[in-house]
């Protein structure tokens, strides 16, 4: 677990583009479960693909197509909330950060970490845009 004081400017950068946070595994089933689409970060504090990620997930949201619900959980915090999350998004392993999209319940696009790393923020955003353009 990392101190509140340091995650919370990374929490707060989704919440205030429109991201629900879910901090238990009840919240994510909810979401998850639901009909339509939901787009899900996995937010985390690793410099090295975070700082791509958010910017990355904020601009696929200026987009023609939208995802119905925007959620996010935060790895290293909330850890049964993050356990819950990672279990829809198999068979990918855990990946800190990362992005999955799902229509009705169903994993249908998955950004992991590797390619979020040494990737520039507007492509990672182009390939989200990309597959809300075919599932939303």
């Known amino acids: 677990m990392y101190p509140e004081y340091l995650v919370a400017p990374m929490r707060e950068d989704l919440t205030k583009a429109g991201f629900q946070e879910l901090k238990t595994a009840e919240e994510v089933d909810n979401a998850l479960k639901s009909e339509g689409t939901v787009f899900m970060v996995v937010n985390s504090v690793c410099g090295c693909a975070a700082g791509n990620a958010r910017p990355a997930a904020k601009a696929a949201l200026d987009g023609e197509k939208l995802p119905g619900k925007l959620v996010t959980v935060f790895a290293g915090m909330e ?3 993050v356990d819950k ?3 829809y998004m198999l068979p990918y392993p855990p990946s800190s ?3 999955a999209l799902f229509k009705d319940g169903k994993l249908v696009h998955m950004i992991e970490r590797h390619h ?3 990737r520039p ?3 990672i955003a182009e390939n989200l845009k990309a ?3 075919e599932y939303c």
Do not use: C, D, V
């Open 131 to 133: 597959a809300f353009s």
């Open 97 to 99: 950060p990362a992005m």
């Open 85 to 87: 999350a990672r279990s």
């Open 121 to 123: 923020a507007q492509m």
């Open 116 to 118: 979020i790393e040494g």
């Open 79 to 81: 850890k049964e909330a």
